[in-house]
């Protein structure tokens, strides 16, 4: 009976010390959310006030592309905070066998779109490539967090370049995604998945810090494997390596 007391005892304390930590991740999440939603909201209420103010057309109409601009912002962050949650809560995810080189076209269509055609974005022949089962629309997800960080992060007059190869060995399809920007400091390499990461405390630099670690998410949820090599100044490069379809 004294053993069996201890051991409810000790499981006790485990799980308040589990609990403890739950409220003190929900708390961090909590807090970094809202400092993202705050620079925005503040900056759409603040161009408000001036564009009424304002008899002046050029300056309203700058100040109504500055409240765009945010509230896309602010969409776009629901969206992935959104996905984030449906990724926490999916146990079962609806999978088939697809091509690689479907889920690529789309995603760069994706990221074309948003960005446009700077910098350039070289994909090499993916015809041939075996498939891949998995979610189509989840896996695409992935890849468009992984270009548009290579674009937020590389100059327009740069170049990122998509290429893919098969490991026979591990029965394993790779792509790796390569940019010439800015690159990653060697002491930051160990955060760059991390949940609302950015190299600045200060949240300067574009983004949520948000996008790679639901690009891990979900490539890992497909049995897969995301790794990142980045050097300052000279670039960075993803490689997703994913099982192929049996």
């Given at each position: 009976?004294?053993?069996?007391?201890?051991?409810?005892?000790?499981?006790?304390?485990?799980?308040?010390?589990?609990?403890?930590?739950?409220?003190?991740?929900?708390?961090?999440?909590?807090?970094?959310?809202?400092?993202?939603?705050?620079?925005?909201?503040?900056?759409?209420?603040?161009?408000?006030?001036?564009?009424?103010?304002?008899?002046?057309?050029?300056?309203?109409?700058?100040?109504?592309?500055?409240?765009?601009?945010?509230?896309?912002?602010?969409?776009?962050?629901?969206?992935?905070?959104?996905?984030?949650?449906?990724?926490?809560?999916?146990?079962?995810?609806?999978?088939?066998?697809?091509?690689?080189?479907?889920?690529?076209?789309?995603?760069?269509?994706?990221?074309?779109?948003?960005?446009?055609?700077?910098?350039?974005?070289?994909?090499?022949?993916?015809?041939?490539?075996?498939?891949?089962?998995?979610?189509?629309?989840?896996?695409?997800?992935?890849?468009?967090?992984?270009?548009?960080?290579?674009?937020?992060?590389t100059p327009s007059d740069g170049e990122?370049?998509?290429?893919?190869?098969?490991?026979?060995?591990?029965?394993?399809?790779?792509?790796?995604?390569?940019?010439?920007?800015?690159?990653?400091?060697?002491?930051?390499?160990?955060?760059?998945?991390?949940?609302?990461?950015?190299?600045?405390?200060?949240?300067?630099?574009?983004?949520?810090?948000?996008?790679?670690t639901i690009a891990r998410n979900i490539?890992?949820?497909?049995?897969?494997?995301?790794?990142?090599?980045?050097?300052?100044?000279?670039?960075?490069?993803?490689?997703?390596?994913?099982?192929?379809?049996?």
């Amino acid at each position: 009976r004294d053993v069996t007391e201890q051991r409810q005892a000790q499981q006790r304390e485990f799980q308040l010390q589990l609990e403890q930590e739950r409220r003190q991740l929900l708390t961090t999440f909590i807090q970094n959310a809202a400092h993202e939603f705050r620079t925005p909201m503040t900056t759409i209420s603040t161009s408000a006030h001036l564009m009424a103010r304002s008899d002046d057309a050029d300056n309203r109409r700058e100040k109504a592309d500055r409240i765009h601009h945010q509230v896309k912002r602010v969409i776009r962050l629901v969206e992935m905070l959104t996905l984030m949650a449906k990724l926490e809560g999916d146990t079962d995810l609806k999978q088939s066998a697809f091509s690689l080189r479907n889920l690529v076209e789309t995603a760069a269509e994706e990221i074309i779109g948003r960005y446009g055609e700077q910098p350039i974005l070289n994909v090499a022949d993916l015809s041939g490539l075996p498939k891949v089962t998995g979610n189509q629309d989840l896996l695409t997800d992935a890849f468009v967090q992984i270009l548009d960080n290579a674009y937020r992060f590389t100059p327009s007059d740069g170049e990122i370049t998509l290429k893919a190869a098969v490991d026979e060995d591990r029965n394993t399809v790779s792509l790796e995604v390569h940019d010439n920007g800015t690159g990653i400091p060697e002491e930051a390499l160990l955060h760059v998945f991390e949940t609302f990461w950015r190299e600045d405390r200060a949240h300067t630099t574009p983004g949520f810090g948000l996008g790679l670690t639901i690009a891990r998410n979900i490539i890992e949820r497909h049995d897969g494997t995301i790794t990142l090599v980045s050097e300052e100044g000279k670039g960075t490069c993803v490689c997703v390596s994913l099982p192929i379809a049996q």
